[in-house]
């Protein structure tokens, strides 16, 4: 059975930092391309960073230079490291396993980040 379990969600003020943890298991991890999403109340869920197996990074624009997405295959685990955080980046953030161009794809059951100012 797959199972992608988020961590580290939490209440931070603003400028402050969380680094969440998403921990795969049931897939051969280090073959999938791993997201992070987020979703704000009455808001569609949007990307916010991304890593290939073979370890490319992306971002969305909106936490570029605040935001790194790692990952650690001996422990099956991909992180996001989160520092200057501001209220808009409330949100419940999801973890997305896939392997391009193939299916199935998995999502965790998120982990919610709240910003205060």
């Known amino acids: 059975q797959v199972q992608l379990v988020e961590y580290g969600g939490g209440s931070v003020q603003t400028g402050g930092s969380l680094r969440l943890s998403c921990a795969a298991s049931g897939i051969i991890f280090s073959i999938y391309d791993i997201d992070w999403y987020r979703q704000a109340p009455g808001k569609e869920r949007e990307s916010v960073a991304g890593?290939?197996?073979?370890?490319?990074?992306s971002y969305a624009d909106s936490v570029k230079a605040r935001f790194t997405i790692s990952r650690e295959n001996t422990k099956n685990t991909v992180y996001l490291q989160m520092n200057m955080l501001k209220p808009e980046d409330t949100a419940v953030y999801y973890c997305?396993?896939?392997?391009?161009?193939?299916?199935?794809?998995?999502w965790g059951q998120g982990t919610q980040v709240t910003v205060s100012s």
């Open positions: 997305h396993a896939l392997r391009i161009g193939r299916t199935p794809n998995f």
């Open positions: 890593i290939t197996s073979g370890g490319i990074t």
